[in-house]
């Protein structure tokens, strides 16, 4: 609950206006001034490196104090601490990640510009020219020189081992691919993914897109050759217009999961490739879809689509691992086989500021689907988890997920994220296996043991571990600040000092976190919850935890607060959300 009031107060925020005797140009402050919520543009950035590597830049580096009486003249630049101006500033003032507070009887005659940080102007004081505000930090450092460059992200783990190359000719432009497919599991192995994208600008507002790709699954099949390989080819048209429209038709043979959790797809491939332990279960797909979609407003997007495929189960092989070679893979489950036409319908709503390491901004996903098959083949289920499935061809069933997250800066260096996340089952028919779910591991609930939740009866022993539950949800919530590490050895070259690198961790994200979830069978009867209700928050399952993330790697100590579970460590290669 405290996670639902706390979302909804962020959600207001921005309506809010301050009540303050002083001028404050903050994200908290009321509209007025420019202030930018949507990311740092390009353009900033590189105004920001040309300003305070300018040698006639006064250069200020952490905090600094201009007393009254006292005069500086020129442009001034503030990098990562926080200015206080009581005496007078002839001259424009840059601030990079950092702030800047005008005091009673200062002044500033000139434009300041801030990025990643505040500026307050105190009852008494004055600044003279415009304002310009940026929400988000600058992702730059100092060199050994004192300049400043621009901080290179760390390549994700699952990018190191990709090859591509591009070509064009005329209005065609070729891309040939050759990847991991990121997903090292006891079904394929390592994936190998080949083959081109073509693109090709027919008109100005047409673009048409051929992906075809081939997958060579290196974990061999010994019942059927076919089966070590896959492919995934797609065709796309996409319109410029107003709407940003796009149609699609695709065939494809690949093995997908049965759930998109506990971890990210890379982290599974990473803990089977090393540890040999799969997080995710397998299923066989292949057929033939289609999809349109629009972007009617801003940033909304709407997705239409029809597929029609044959849902096989698949048998874990034996692939190799790093350490615990000589242990046994966990089976992978049977599903309900059959030929499946499905129709959908999806929505997203992105307002984020970056894709992958977001500070501000909404990300809601949420999609409907209605599945119907004339030939399901059920495996046996106990009737306390599921009632026997239509023998006479007419089976159906409709589905629903939802995934709202809301990113907030609370400051320049603390931010506060949460998400909430809801699946199952709505109407029609009980789902089959491959869509079933279940709670419990390093997410979204990490005090608690892997699959510690699968609605799995008394009794009921299956080594396979299946996720059986109709409906899941989860809240999650977490508290980041910033740490300067700066654990590592700075490479410096005297002659190329742009070839300067900080080897280790320089920064990290200090994180209080919090969850709860639950998962449930739904209908009438013991242990079941009403269709129209979710459970009482009193049976939910909680737990607290702190951790350090250091972009590439993260680890955290996790405790169940609703069992006597013991604190668990999670080690993660990508952010919890």
Same mark, same amino acid.
């Given at each position: 609950? %405290?996670?639902?009031?706390?979302?909804?107060?962020?959600?207001?925020?921005?309506?809010?206006?301050?009540?303050?005797?002083?001028?404050?140009?903050?994200?908290?402050?009321?509209?007025?001034?420019?202030?930018?919520?949507?990311?740092?543009?390009?353009?900033?950035? %590189?105004?920001?490196?040309?300003?305070?590597?300018?040698?006639?830049?006064?250069?200020?580096?952490?905090?600094?104090?201009?007393?009254?009486?006292?005069?500086?003249?020129? %442009?001034?630049?503030?990098?990562?601490?926080?200015?206080?101006?009581?005496?007078?500033?002839?001259?424009?003032?840059?601030?990079?990640?950092?702030?800047?507070?005008?005091?009673?009887?200062?002044?500033?005659?000139?434009?300041?510009?801030?990025?990643?940080? !505040?500026?307050?102007?105190? $009852?008494?004081?004055?600044?003279?020219?415009?304002?310009?505000?940026? +929400?988000?930090?600058?992702?730059?450092?100092?060199?050994?020189?004192?300049?400043?460059?621009?901080?290179?992200?760390?390549?994700?783990?699952?990018?190191?081992?990709?090859?591509?190359?591009?070509?064009?000719?005329?209005?065609?432009?070729? !891309?040939?691919?050759?990847?991991?497919?990121?997903?090292?599991?006891?079904?394929?192995?390592?994936?190998?993914?080949?083959?081109?994208?073509?693109?090709?600008?027919?008109?100005?507002?047409? #673009?048409?897109?051929?992906?075809? *790709?081939?997958?060579?699954?290196?974990?061999?099949?010994?019942?059927?050759?076919?089966?070590?390989?896959? =492919?995934?080819?797609?065709?796309?048209?996409?319109?410029?217009?107003?709407?940003?429209?796009?149609?699609?038709?695709?065939?494809?043979?690949?093995?997908?999961?049965?759930?998109? #959790?506990?971890?990210?797809?890379?982290?599974?491939?990473?803990?089977?490739?090393?540890?040999?332990?799969?997080?995710?279960?397998?299923?066989?797909? $292949?057929?033939?879809?289609?999809?349109?979609?629009?972007?009617?407003?801003?940033?909304?997007?709407? $997705?239409?689509?029809?597929?029609?495929?044959?849902?096989?189960?698949?048998?874990?092989?034996?692939?190799?691992?790093?350490?615990?070679?000589?242990?046994? +893979?966990?089976?992978?489950?049977?599903?309900?086989?059959?030929?499946?036409?499905?129709?959908?319908?999806?929505?997203?709503?992105? !307002?984020?500021?970056?894709?992958?390491?977001?500070?501000?901004? =909404? +990300?809601?996903?949420?999609?409907?689907? *209605?599945?119907?098959?004339?030939?399901?083949?059920?495996?046996?289920?106990?009737? !306390?988890?599921?009632?026997?499935?239509?023998?006479?061809?007419?089976?159906?069933?409709?589905?629903?997920?939802?995934?709202?997250?809301?990113?907030? @800066?609370?400051?320049? &260096?603390?931010?506060?994220?949460?998400?909430?996340?809801?699946?199952? +089952?709505?109407?029609?028919?009980?789902?089959?296996? #491959?869509?079933? *779910?279940?709670?419990?591991?390093?997410?979204?609930?990490?005090?608690?043991?892997?699959?510690?939740?699968?609605?799995?009866?008394?009794?009921? @022993?299956?080594?396979?571990?299946?996720?059986?539950?109709?409906?899941?949800?989860?809240? #999650?919530?977490?508290?980041?600040? @910033?740490?300067?590490?700066?654990?590592?050895?700075?490479? @410096?070259?005297?002659?190329?000092?742009?070839?300067?690198?900080?080897?280790?961790? $320089?920064?990290?994200?200090?994180?209080?976190?919090?969850?709860? &979830?639950?998962?449930?069978?739904?209908?009438?009867?013991?242990?079941?919850?009403?269709?129209?209700?979710?459970?009482?928050?009193?049976?939910?399952?909680?737990?607290?935890?702190?951790?350090?993330?250091?972009?590439?790697?993260?680890?955290?100590?996790?405790?169940?607060?609703?069992?006597?579970?013991?604190?668990?460590?999670?080690?993660?290669?990508?952010?919890?959300?």
């Amino acid at each position: 609950m %405290r996670s639902i009031v706390a979302l909804l107060l962020l959600a207001l925020a921005p309506a809010l206006h301050a009540q303050d005797s002083v001028i404050v140009i903050d994200p908290d402050a009321p509209p007025g001034d420019t202030l930018d919520r949507g990311g740092l543009p390009p353009e900033v950035l %590189r105004e920001v490196l040309r300003v305070y590597n300018d040698p006639a830049t006064t250069r200020l580096v952490g905090d600094f104090h201009l007393p009254a009486g006292s005069r500086l003249e020129g %442009r001034v630049a503030i990098f990562r601490g926080e200015g206080r101006v009581a005496g007078e500033i002839l001259g424009p003032v840059t601030v990079i990640n950092g702030s800047l507070t005008v005091d009673s009887g200062g002044r500033v005659a000139g434009d300041v510009l801030v990025v990643g940080g !505040t500026l307050r102007v105190r $009852e008494g004081g004055t600044q003279e020219g415009g304002r310009r505000l940026y +929400w988000d930090a600058a992702p730059v450092l100092r060199n050994a020189d004192g300049d400043l460059v621009v901080r290179e992200r760390r390549r994700p783990l699952g990018d190191l081992a990709a090859a591509r190359t591009s070509f064009r000719a005329g209005r065609v432009r070729t !891309t040939l691919l050759l990847a991991t497919g990121r997903t090292y599991n006891r079904i394929e192995g390592l994936p190998v993914v080949f083959g081109p994208d073509i693109e090709w600008g027919a008109s100005r507002s047409l #673009q048409v897109r051929l992906r075809a *790709h081939g997958i060579l699954r290196t974990a061999g099949d010994q019942s059927s050759l076919t089966r070590d390989f896959g =492919w995934n080819t797609r065709l796309e048209l996409r319109h410029a217009g107003r709407s940003r429209l796009t149609l699609g038709v695709q065939a494809y043979n690949s093995v997908v999961p049965i759930e998109d #959790q506990p971890l990210s797809r890379s982290e599974v491939g990473w803990s089977s490739f090393l540890l040999q332990r799969d997080y995710r279960d397998y299923y066989s797909v $292949e057929g033939v879809g289609g999809s349109v979609s629009a972007v009617p407003v801003g940033r909304l997007r709407l $997705e239409a689509s029809l597929r029609w495929d044959r849902e096989e189960s698949v048998r874990a092989n034996d692939p190799w691992s790093l350490f615990r070679n000589s242990d046994q +893979w966990r089976p992978n489950p049977l599903i309900d086989d059959g030929h499946y036409l499905t129709a959908g319908l999806g929505l997203e709503y992105d !307002t984020r500021n970056h894709p992958d390491f977001p500070t501000a901004g =909404w +990300w809601i996903r949420a999609r409907y689907e *209605h599945s119907t098959s004339d030939d399901v083949a059920p495996i046996a289920l106990p009737a !306390t988890v599921r009632a026997p499935l239509p023998s006479d061809g007419d089976y159906a069933f409709d589905r629903v997920w939802l995934d709202l997250r809301r990113y907030a @800066r609370l400051s320049p &260096g603390s931010r506060l994220n949460l998400r909430l996340r809801a699946a199952g +089952w709505i109407d029609g028919d009980p789902l089959p296996i #491959q869509a079933r *779910h279940s709670l419990g591991g390093s997410d979204p609930l990490p005090g608690y043991d892997f699959r510690a939740f699968t609605c799995a009866p008394s009794g009921f @022993r299956d080594p396979s571990n299946p996720a059986l539950c109709d409906r899941v949800v989860s809240l #999650q919530a977490e508290f980041r600040t @910033r740490l300067s590490l700066k654990l590592g050895y700075h490479y @410096r070259d005297r002659e190329r000092p742009e070839l300067d690198r900080f080897i280790g961790i $320089e920064e990290a994200d200090l994180v209080f976190l919090g969850d709860a &979830g639950k998962a449930w069978l739904t209908g009438e009867g013991p242990g079941r919850v009403p269709d129209d209700r979710i459970p009482s928050l009193k049976e939910w399952k909680a737990d607290v935890g702190i951790g350090i993330d250091a972009g590439g790697i993260g680890a955290y100590l996790a405790k169940a607060v609703t069992d006597g579970e013991p604190v668990r460590f999670v080690l993660r290669l990508d952010r919890r959300f």
